[in-house]
């Protein structure tokens, strides 16, 4: 969705695409909170299965609902200091303007966005993934249209330009939500685990115990993609091509991170199931083969973009400086996305371990202290090299997602060590 958000966006013009990434670039963040709270979920109710306690998932499901509805009210209500932040940068005022319509509508999606992701992570913790697949084609296949109506004025819907993905977003949000709930209400997979035979009321201690485990998790999660959130925000004086270029490259590279991070999924809920068996060999063997399979993937995309990155830039553009820009982008893009393979998957093992204490410490170095500093030096100053502008925060990409991939490793291995000393280690 985010792939054609920017596309048809950019068939606009240059600002349109800029608007988009710059507007992304403040609700992402804001609504990562519920996003990376939630990624605790799968792993937890897999252990419940794996021993043999499936009575537990519903109680689960339902204070991560209450805990995530409450994130996305914050998230709502943190969208509003998004003046603040645009205040403190030089931005074009047709600009501003986008930016500010496709906010204004996006937030109102918020609430849905969250009970689909519970009733998404909870499927998933089963194992049942089909029903997030074909919901997720189901919603790409209606942003379409809505993004088309709302972006050019067409079937009777205002022409917002630009700032229309924001209504078309939150409109897919709420059909996605209610396309789950039927999923999970009629589907006879659902029905011995009884998730909505009866409504559980909020229950305090068991949703500041799911915050605890999932607020770590929300921050690394949040430290990983402010890091490039925070660049679109940078490079914002620096023009509407300059935005736009980066926004191209950056969001091919979100989609083929979808690869990777789907697997990290898998290997969490794997593993997850093989810690509630008590059988650490299998919980292992879960997490080599995933990155295995996870290196093998990264060798065909890397070449892929590499290969064809020329394609790529044309998809999303006419502009000629925007794709010449984002065509030298994507070859830096190829270089990281080993890294970025490796760390995704040993954040995803660590998950299932409820290390969130561990992956936040890690990501916050990696991302902040490395990736960003390093970016910041290489583009904005003149301190190792003249100024680099996209180029330098892209190098620091490389830098910040390296060290991450290098350090989660060395903490899982130290996991590991942990666990076949003592198998009940962190199995409870």
């Known amino acids: 969705m985010g792939f054609i958000d920017a596309m048809m966006a950019g068939q606009v013009s240059a600002t349109d695409l800029a608007a988009v990434a710059v507007a992304n670039s403040i609700w992402f963040p804001a609504i990562l909170l519920v996003m990376g709270v939630l990624m605790a979920l799968p792993p937890i109710i897999s252990r419940h299965l794996g021993a043999q306690q499936p009575d537990k998932v519903p109680n689960d499901m339902w204070q991560s609902g209450w805990l995530a509805l409450i994130c996305a009210i914050g998230a709502m209500l943190l969208v509003q200091l998004a003046p603040m932040i645009l205040a403190q940068m030089t931005v074009e005022a047709d600009l501003e303007s986008l930016v500010y319509g496709y906010l204004d509508a996006v937030i109102w999606g918020a609430p849905g966005f969250a009970g689909y992701l519970v009733l998404r992570n909870t499927s998933e913790g089963l194992s049942f993934t089909k029903p997030s697949m074909w919901i997720g084609v189901l919603g790409l296949l209606l942003n379409i249209p809505l993004n088309y109506a709302f972006i050019y004025g067409a079937w009777g819907a205002p022409a917002m330009g630009g700032a229309g993905c924001g209504v078309a977003t ?10 789950m709930l039927l999923c999970v209400r009629y589907h006879h997979f659902y029905r011995p685990y009884h998730l909505l035979s009866a409504i559980q009321g909020p ?8 915050f605890k485990i999932g607020f770590p998790m929300a921050l690394a999660f949040f430290f990983e993609v402010t890091l490039f959130a925070v660049v679109a925000v940078l490079l914002a004086p620096m ?3 300059v935005v736009a270029g980066h926004q191209v490259a950056l969001n091919f590279s979100s989609i083929i991170f979808m690869l990777p991070m789907s697997l990290g999924m898998a290997i969490s809920i794997r593993m997850g199931y093989r810690l509630g068996q008590r059988d650490p060999t299998g919980c292992f063997f879960s997490y080599k083969t995933g990155l295995g399979v996870g290196l093998a993937l990264v060798a065909c995309t890397a070449s892929f973009t590499l290969i064809f990155r020329h394609l790529i830039a044309d998809v999303y553009t006419n502009d000629a400086a925007v794709i010449e820009l984002a065509t030298s982008l994507l070859v830096l893009a190829t270089v990281y996305q080993l890294s970025d393979t490796i760390q995704v998957i040993g954040v995803s093992a660590l998950r299932a371990f409820k290390d969130s204490k561990g992956i936040l410490y890690i990501t916050l170095f990696a991302y902040w202290c490395c990736g960003l500093v390093v ?3 290489l583009a904005m100053t003149d301190i190792i090299v003249p100024a680099m ?7 620091g990409f490389c830098v910040g997602l390296t060290a991450a991939a290098v350090l989660l490793s060395l903490r899982l291995r130290y996991c590991r060590r942990k666990l076949f000393a003592n198998p009940e280690w962190q199995l409870s």
């Open 375 to 377: 970016g910041v030096v």
């Open 389 to 395: 502008g996209p180029y330098g925060f892209w190098i």
């Open 239 to 241: 023009g509407a091509t």
């Open 170 to 179: 939150a409109i897919v949000q709420w059909l996605m939500f209610a396309g």
């Open 203 to 210: 229950n305090w201690s068991a949703m500041l115990a799911l």
